[in-house]
């Protein structure tokens, strides 16, 4: 294999990522735009929280003590909840149906005798009275669905003055989720998953990159010179490895300055771009096979996402939001041992050497060299210039 | 094949159900210019491919500058420059950049990458626009630039695929003046063309190709003398009963 080849090669694949709009838009611009528009949708930039409209309904008789309004001044003071009073149910679901409020709450009318009765009682669960408060959620939204019902569960609890983890109470809340509440925002959960899924769009650059030099005969010229198959997969396979890392970088600075500050140490954020050096050969690969089979490059953009979308919806962030079933599915697709490696890293605080990301990284790098293997296979014998 | 620069032995290549190469020998001498003639989808272009491998030929053989193509692809292709068909260069690069891109494809040194890619440019033309990005260029000026990317290495033997193809009169001139010069400096060139104007200017030798099949083969001054036609055109149309650019 001579260097002078591979370099002038990979040469040519830099000037090409630097000097071409579309290409340049991929690599960098795309991960700027896609880590701010999503960062700033799932509470990240400064750490600022979202803030759901919450409409109430409040059917609250009252008694000598006036717990609903206890309740709502409570739910206010969250800072997350925005309570809005509504005359009625039918008002509050019209608004909910537009969308100008993530969830309604009926407080029922025996709210503050139910109150009342546990103050009076509260170690006797049989003499209390028990109500419920319905919670209808916006449905449209993944979020409110999984931040608002433990929220409002935490603020009834400690309005009621007792400890976190009481037996119980006599409220009920209706639609409650078993999501727990955490410090961190919403987007420092997905961010591990950013640095794979800005990654996996390779995949389409490399398939693109094919079918072109393809269709303009510069891949017939390049194989009428001495150089070897060896040497072109290398200098690619090398060019998309850089690029990659470059793309993490980009990734990384947008994420930090979006308000992602893991307590981790250097070896960790190395050991990550080690994982995404790795991503990238399962990128070229799938580029390859998908160049391999597509006539145009017209043909090649639209097969990449073959591969693309499975590794999106399968082994990023997103999966997290997804059926268990799909969650098994995602064990099939390299970007999900990625993200689970990242985030294990970032965010649960494991060691590099700790048994699950280890094995991670021995599925990343297993998975990754033979789908890169089958990819230049597939390229050698079928891909027709 | 001593005295040979290529040498074909029954050549026939076949795509499915057609035969592009039917059972094709011939031999051109070290130094010749040779014409390959004949109208679009003759089988020129697939004999092309075959010599400087990138086509396998379903059977017969082939050898070029003394090697096998099938045996020894690689010695081959040091050996040879092919200005493809195509007019391929890389948009985003500049003249420049594309000329040294390709002298490193063929290791060339420093040094000789620098002095060719100089000498090359002002031969045909480019030098002024040599910093600018291909993209920017005519169509004239590509097919110009894909002939320097052929030539960089100074390989002995050069294939010339319809070279001056879509060229106006000026830049075509320039490309038979170089051509020419070529065949000055000792090297072999095998020259695709369907200008018949174009062979009987610059050719020693010819072989018209018609439907896959070699149907003449001489110089262009004998085959119009024993064909008692004016030009090579003629010739075409007294063996086919057809023109030569009706197919075009």
């Known amino acids: ?47 600022n929280q979202p803030i759901y409209s919450v409409g109430i309904v409040n059917t609250d008789q009252g008694n000598s003590v006036n717990a609903s309004q206890i309740f709502i001044t409570a739910l206010s003071n969250t800072r997350i909840l925005s309570p809005q009073i509504y005359a009625n149910n039918q008002t509050a679901q019209n608004d909910l149906s537009q969308g100008r409020i993530q969830a ?61 983890q009481a037996p119980s109470t006599p409220f009920r809340l209706e639609t409650a989720s078993l999501v727990e509440v955490k410090a961190p925002s919403a987007f420092d959960f997905i961010a591990p998953g950013m640095f794979t899924f800005a ?10 990159s094919f079918a072109q030099d393809r269709e303009n005969g ?26 990659a890392l470059i793309q993490a970088a980009v990734v990384f600075i947008m994420i930090y300055l979006m308000g992602f500050r893991p307590a981790v140490g250097i070896p960790v954020y190395l050991f990550a771009f080690v994982l995404m050096l790795l991503f990238s050969l399962s990128n070229v690969g799938f580029g390859l096979i998908t160049a391999t089979i597509a006539r145009s490059s017209g043909a090649a953009t639209g097969l990449s996402f073959l591969f693309v979308l499975p590794q999106l919806f399968l082994g990023t962030f997103v999966g997290a939001s997804l059926s268990s079933s799909a969650q098994i599915a995602g064990r099939f697709v390299p970007s999900y041992y990625i993200t689970d490696a990242l985030t294990s890293l970032f965010l649960r605080g494991a060691a590099i050497t700790s048994p699950t990301v280890l094995l991670d990284l021995a599925t990343v790098s297993v998975s990754c060299i033979a789908i890169l293997a089958i990819g230049i296979i597939l390229y050698a014998k079928y891909f027709k210039i | 094949m001593t005295g040979s620069a290529i040498l074909i032995e029954n050549l026939v290549k076949n795509f499915e159900d057609v035969t ?33 491998g990138l086509t396998k030929p379903t059977s017969g053989s082939a050898g070029v500058g003394g090697y096998d193509i099938q045996k020894e692809p690689m010695k081959v292709k040091e050996l040879i420059g092919v200005c493809i068909q195509e007019t391929a260069v890389y948009p985003y690069l500049t003249g420049e950049e594309n000329v040294d891109l390709f002298g490193n494809l063929h290791s060339m040194n420093k040094e000789l990458l620098r002095t060719r890619r100089v000498m090359l440019l002002e031969r045909m033309g480019l030098t002024t626009d040599a910093k600018r990005k291909a993209e920017k260029y005519s169509g004239g000026m590509k097919r110009r630039l894909s002939l320097i990317l052929a030539l960089i290495h100074d390989p002995l033997i050069a294939f010339l695929d319809e070279p001056t193809v ?73 063996l086919t009963g057809r023109k030569i650019r009706e197919e075009v």
């Open chain 1, 218 to 243: 510069m891949m017939k010229r390049i194989r009428i010179t001495p150089t070897t198959s060896t040497e072109f997969i290398v200098s690619q396979a090398l060019s998309y490895m850089v690029i």
């Open chain 1, 1 to 47: 294999m001579q260097f002078q080849r591979v370099i002038a090669l990979i040469n040519k694949e830099m000037k090409k990522t630097v000097r071409e709009p579309a290409v340049l838009f991929m690599i960098f611009l795309f991960p700027i735009v896609f880590v701010f528009a999503f960062g700033s949708a799932f509470g990240g930039g400064g750490g």
């Open chain 1, 199 to 208: 990654s996996i769009f390779l995949i389409m650059m490399v398939s693109q």
């Open chain 2, 20 to 52: 592009a190469v039917d059972d094709i020998s011939l031999r051109v001498a070290k130094g010749e210019l040779f014409g390959l003639l004949g109208p679009n989808g003759a089988g020129k272009t697939t004999i092309i491919n075959i010599l400087c």
């Open chain 1, 104 to 164: 309604v709450m009926i407080i029922p009318r025996d709210f503050s005798k139910s109150f009342a009765s546990y103050k009076t009682e509260p170690n006797e669960p049989d003499r209390w009275i028990n109500s419920t408060v319905t919670l209808y959620l916006d449905k449209g939204s993944l979020v409110a669905t999984q931040a608002i019902p433990p929220i409002i569960q935490q603020v009834l609890t400690a309005i009621i003055g007792v400890p976190q």
């Open chain 2, 166 to 238: 879509a060229m106006d009169p000026q830049s075509r001139h320039a490309v038979w003046d170089f051509i020419k010069e070529l065949k000055k400096e000792g090297k072999t060139i095998v020259l695709t063309t369907h200008y018949m104007e174009e062979a009987e200017e610059l050719c020693d030798r010819v072989g018209i190709i018609d439907h896959g099949k070699l149907i003449a083969l001489g110089s262009p001054r004998d085959l119009i003398s024993q064909n008692q036609v004016k030009n090579l055109e003629d010739v075409f149309i007294k």
